[in-house]
């Protein structure tokens, strides 16, 4: 197998979140963290985030990776979601923090949250409550509001969350929409992360959960999604944003090198190292697999 051009392996490195607990995969969490480790120790890990996991679950996890032979000397890197009661939650992490300080190998570190804040003033609130040193990501409605929500994240240091898909076809926003919250996230300064609907990398249509009888859908492709991201941090308009999302054609999508190239547009390895690094973070998939298949079929891996 041909190696995978430095430029994909920038775009791709750590960009799955696995999120096997959640729709439409819906695993347990027994079956979920056995995945992740098996990902974790495969050839494939290089494209591997964190998993993501309840506050509630911190518990059955660590108790799970105790018994798990396979889990030995790996430390899980999480991303723990919040539930109902935040702050509550937001306490839970910092105990588990002061739990580990100074394990040489704890079985998972928690190093992001996710959450859902009911408003701005949330954000602020929460702010002082969680551990220093956590990349924070607030889901956020990206039709409403967005310029005071985006305010209150970039004061408080945090990360937006966009809900890319779901279960539906009209869980999905257009690819205007999209574009019009990537666009006002990089005018504040706010790096972001994707959930939902992400399994593919180029725009098309697809079975929307793994039922015989699923709806189907058309659904982004994480490509279109992250390296727009790439082109819109070096320059691109919000209107050539929108092209790139909506782009259905796998062709467009090309890696040589150290360049990745949309059509005739393109950006090199050190545009895509800083874009990952600081605005296009990770997006959250309930299956790592799929993804790769996919990459597979292209001939990108």
Known sequence: MASVPAALRRLLSGLIDYAGMFPPAKLSLAEAAANYVRYARGSQAW?????????????????FLAKNSEARGLTASLSVLLGPEPLR??????????R??????PPFSVDAVEFRPGSPVMVRELSPVLPPGLQVFCEVPYTEGLTD???????????????????MPDSFPSSSEVAGFLAQCNVHGVAF????????????KHPLTYEADSVCGVMHGFLNVFLGAVLLQCGISKEQLIGILDDTDAAS???SGEFAHWRTLFVNENDLAETRRHFAISFGSCSFEEPIRDLQALGLL
Not at 89 to 98: G, T
């Open 193 to 204: 992360k994707a959930t939902a609907g992400l399994h593919h990398p180029v725009r098309s």
């Open 89 to 98: 939650d937001a306490e839970l992490i910092r105990a588990e923090k002061v």
């Open 100 to 105: 580990v300080s100074g394990k040489a190998q």
């Open 149 to 167: 929500w985006l305010a209150a994240i970039r004061q408080a240091g945090w990360s937006a969350k966009i809900r890319t898909g779901g279960t």
């Open 253 to 255: 999508f090309r890696f």
């Open 47 to 63: 494209m591997l985030g964190k998993f993501v996991v309840s506050a509630a679950q911190l518990d059955e996890l660590r108790g």
